[in-house]
């Protein structure tokens, strides 16, 4: 049981590059979300999908796009890389489609855009 | 908006202190309150969670509280140890996302 899993671990792009953040659960969970990490900012809600097929603006969704490919995997991408996107990128699932479920969270992408 | 706060935002102590970190949010409104470790470079790690209808949670040396109607929560971390140090961050439950606290950065002398 792997829980969450996130890949690359690390990656630096360019701007104007694009990529796609990939997340995967293993627990059977309905809802996933996506969370950046600024120093002095804290975690801030990106988009997020409270269950297979739908999607939702977070906080922070201005120059991202995502797609809920499946109950298992939840993926994030940059169209056209900003250095102000450099962050930690974090996933996190939660079981049902309640609200009181706890979040579990993946060991994070360290980005960076030159 | 949701808002929280967590005070201190570093705290060193001894090895052996037991010691309280806070957490304060300004909408009542809340499912549930959440505390995270953070370790550097690490993901997040559940450490407890509390429902909005409880009071406290607790797991080995630590202890939640909640009171939701002052917008409070601390955590209660007993016989501290050096692998107790991290950062650590409180998150609040709204409809579907959590809003985090800026966290506190715990350091445990030996």
């Known amino acids: 049981n792997a829980g969450v899993t996130q890949t690359p671990k690390f990656q630096v792009l360019k701007t104007g590059q694009s990529m796609t953040l990939q997340c995967a659960q293993d627990?059977?969970?309905?809802?996933m979300y996506w969370y950046r990490q600024d120093p002095g900012m804290g975690l801030r809600l990106i988009y997020y999908?409270?269950?297979?097929?739908?999607?939702d603006k977070g906080e922070v969704p201005n120059g991202y796009n995502v797609s809920r490919l499946n109950k298992r995997e939840f993926s994030l991408r940059l169209e056209s890389a900003a250095p102000s996107q450099t962050s930690v990128y974090f996933c996190a699932s939660s079981g049902g489609g309640q609200p009181y479920n706890e979040q579990f969270f993946g060991p994070g992408t360290r980005l960076t855009v030159l | 908006k949701q808002e929280v706060t967590q005070i201190p935002a570093a705290l060193s102590v001894p090895e052996g202190e037991n010691l309280v970190l806070n957490c304060s949010f300004t909408?009542?409104?809340?499912?549930?309150l959440q505390w995270f470790r953070q370790d550097p470079g690490k993901g997040l790690t559940s450490l407890l969670l509390i429902q909005s209808s409880q009071r406290e949670q607790t797991s080995g040396r630590l202890n939640a509280s909640l009171d939701k109607s002052s917008g409070r929560s601390t955590l209660y971390i007993a016989a501290s140890q050096p692998g107790d140090s991290a950062t650590y961050l409180c998150?609040?439950?709204?409809?579907?996302?959590?809003?985090f606290g800026k966290g506190t950065k715990l350091s445990v002398i030996p």
């Open positions: 999908s409270a269950s297979e097929g739908t999607t």
């Open positions: 627990m059977n969970h309905n809802s």
């Open positions: 998150a609040v439950k709204g409809s579907y996302q959590l809003t």
């Open positions: 909408d009542s409104a809340i499912y549930n």
